[in-house]
């Protein structure tokens, strides 16, 4: 069973990957609300394309336009999140089946189950609520927390099937900082994108937009806004995003300053330089790509470009992470 679950592990790791991008692509294209009920879309369960289901879909919900390109968006990503979910529960299933194997991680399985089942409540949220920027930003972060913990569940079946157990060394903790201040960037990024704040800021340093901007960072992280409004543009004053853009790029700079000095950390250990230089290498591009977004105004590829390569950093931390972890050899005769 054990080489079974290896390869749904797999393809649960590459469908976790896909629906963390698609999620993000949907949102950029403004595509969050092309579909206004859950889980169908305009009454149907499957995305309606003739011309008569068109019109009576129209005629249903005649405050929100049809436009077929983003409900295919917003639909694809349900579609692929739900099939998802489905490989998650098999995973489960195998789980209980193993339950007895005092080894296997059982709990982690149980965990990513639980967890794609709020994902899918935050996800119907996100409609109902029409983007309320704490939902958004939470779904977001679900999404995150699904690939880290597939990732890992996929690196206990690895080691189990080598016999091997793992021990951690000194310099384990600081990987685990380095993904803990990447996780809380990314939530940072999350906030900044559900709330609009991309281009509050016009220069790759300063936030000044030609004049003195002022920063709101009470209202920028007020997480109590009121539920009701559509969301979709963004409802906060110049001033509040313009404070959130600042927090963000201070995460971004205490990101760089762990993962630098993980590096000179690690960067003895021969059998991972190439990781190590993977993650400068993310790192440059990501302050590149935040850069150009911030000259540009946030184009749609520099903008999934930048949520991209944070998704590979982290990618890329959790492989430091296990490869720090000594291997140790278990006899299961």
């Not at 230089?277 to 150009?292: P, V």
Request: aromatic fraction near 10%.
């Amino acid at each position: 069973m054990l080489k079974l679950i290896w390869r749904l592990s797999n393809v649960v790791l590459v469908l976790a990957l896909c629906v963390v991008l698609l999620g993000a692509w949907t949102r950029i294209n403004h595509a969050g609300l092309s579909c206004p009920d859950w889980p169908g879309c305009y009454g149907y369960m499957l995305m309606p394309t003739d011309q008569a289901a068109l019109t009576e879909a129209q005629f249903i919900y005649p405050d929100t336009p049809i436009e077929l390109g983003k409900t295919a968006l917003e639909m694809g990503h349900r579609y692929l999140a739900g099939t998802l979910g489905l490989v998650i529960a098999a995973l489960a299933f195998c789980a209980y089946r193993l339950r007895r194997v005092q080894t296997y991680p059982v709990y982690l399985s149980y965990g990513l189950l639980l967890l794609v089942t709020v994902q899918a409540v935050f996800g119907m949220w996100t409609v109902t609520l029409k983007l309320y920027p704490p939902v958004v930003t939470l779904h977001l972060l679900g999404g995150v927390l699904t690939l880290t913990g597939v990732y890992v569940l996929r690196s206990k079946v690895k080691t189990l099937m080598a016999g091997v157990k793992k021990q951690r060394t000194k310099c384990s903790k600081w990987i685990k900082y380095a993904l803990a201040v990447l996780l809380l960037q990314i939530v940072l990024g999350g906030w900044t994108s559900s709330n609009y704040a991309g281009p509050a800021c016009g220069h790759w340093l300063s936030c000044s937009m030609g004049e003195n901007a002022s920063s709101d960072f009470t209202r920028g992280f007020n997480l109590t806004e009121t539920i009701g409004p559509n969301y979709q543009g963004g409802l906060l004053p110049l001033d509040a995003r313009v404070a959130i853009q600042q927090g963000h790029r201070i995460g971004a700079l205490v990101v760089l300053i762990v993962c630098v000095w993980l590096v000179v950390k690690l960067h003895r250990q021969v059998y991972m330089r190439s990781w190590l230089y993977g993650l400068l290498a993310l790192l440059s591009i990501q302050i590149l790509l935040g850069g150009l977004n911030a000259i540009y105004a946030v184009p749609n590829l520099l903008a999934i470009g930048h949520h991209a390569v944070a998704v590979g950093l982290l990618l890329v931390l959790l492989k430091i992470y296990e490869l720090r972890l000594r291997t140790v050899e278990v006899n299961h005769g």
